[in-house]
């Protein structure tokens, strides 16, 4: 089972600035086909996750440009250009290489000083 | 609108049972594979399991399988999960995600990608007595 590891677990940010979430994992999420199997997920207060990228840097459909993923093999960033207040929740990075099973990060809270 | 729904979530007892339904809209449930995932309270996601679209291959997770079992009508466009010998730590909240299916790299060669693009807004299983 691959783990992943998330840090921080919490990251006061203020609007307008950035922010960066680490995502580590046990093992290379490097496909052979040479892209990262690695999503990145947000769930805002009160919903369900919605995907934010997937293969590691392509932003899902309607995500804002502010929004952007990086890294490769076991270390990945997601970062968040000019944080603004809809931005809050929970943040989460999956491993889409291997499954059973599937594995998510523990998470990180992002929330407005 | 691409977008599922759950339902089916209530009250049970410990060592009962409970079926759990996820129904598509917008899109052909035919073509995609499809996965639960759950939320227990105040606590991160967890993968449950995986159907992909002919039904050939079913993934569970260790600390279901056994338990719960995956299926599909689609003909009804749905999915089920079906929970069995319930315990205390399977409440949580339970999501239907469809995965993302196929994508196409610079040579035009087809890769599967387990990666999650729609998610229900889930339905609510408590276990206890």
């Known amino acids: 089972e691959i783990v992943m590891t998330q840090s921080p677990l919490s990251l006061p940010v203020t609007p307008g600035e950035s922010a960066s979430i680490s995502c580590r994992s046990s093992?290379?999420?490097?496909?052979?086909?040479?892209?990262?199997?690695l999503d990145w997920y947000v769930q805002k207060p009160g919903q369900s996750p919605q995907l934010l990228i997937y293969?590691?840097?392509n932003r899902a459909s309607g995500v804002p440009d502010r929004f952007s993923g990086s890294g490769s093999a076991t270390d990945f960033t997601l970062k968040i250009s000019r944080v603004e207040a809809e931005d809050v929740g929970i943040y989460y990075c999956?491993?889409?290489?291997?499954?059973?099973?599937?594995?998510f990060g523990g998470g990180t809270k992002v929330e407005i000083k | 609108d691409v977008q599922v729904v759950e339902s089916g979530g209530g009250l049970a007892q410990p060592g009962g049972s409970l079926r759990l339904s996820c129904a598509a809209s917008?899109?052909?449930?035919?073509?995609?594979?499809m996965n639960w995932v759950r939320q227990a309270p105040g606590k991160g996601l967890e993968w449950l399991s995986y159907?992909?679209?002919?039904?050939?291959?079913?993934y569970y997770a260790r600390s279901v399988k056994g338990r719960f079992t995956v299926s599909r009508d689609d003909a009804r466009n749905s999915l089920t999960l079906h929970l069995s010998s319930l315990r205390d730590d399977d409440t949580a909240v339970y999501y239907c995600?469809?995965?993302?299916?196929?994508?196409?790299?610079?040579?035009?060669?087809?890769?599967?990608?387990?990666?999650?693009?729609?998610w229900g807004q889930g339905t609510t299983v408590t276990v206890s007595s």
């Open positions: 293969l590691a840097s």
């Open positions: 917008g899109f052909n449930l035919s073509r995609y594979s």
């Open positions: 159907i992909n679209n002919s039904t050939t291959t079913i």
């Open positions: 999956m491993q889409a290489l291997q499954t059973p099973p599937l594995t």
């Open positions: 995600a469809r995965s993302y299916g196929y994508f196409y790299d610079r040579s035009g060669y087809s890769y599967f990608y387990y990666g999650m693009d729609v």
């Open positions: 093992q290379s999420l490097l496909h052979g086909n040479g892209y990262n199997y």
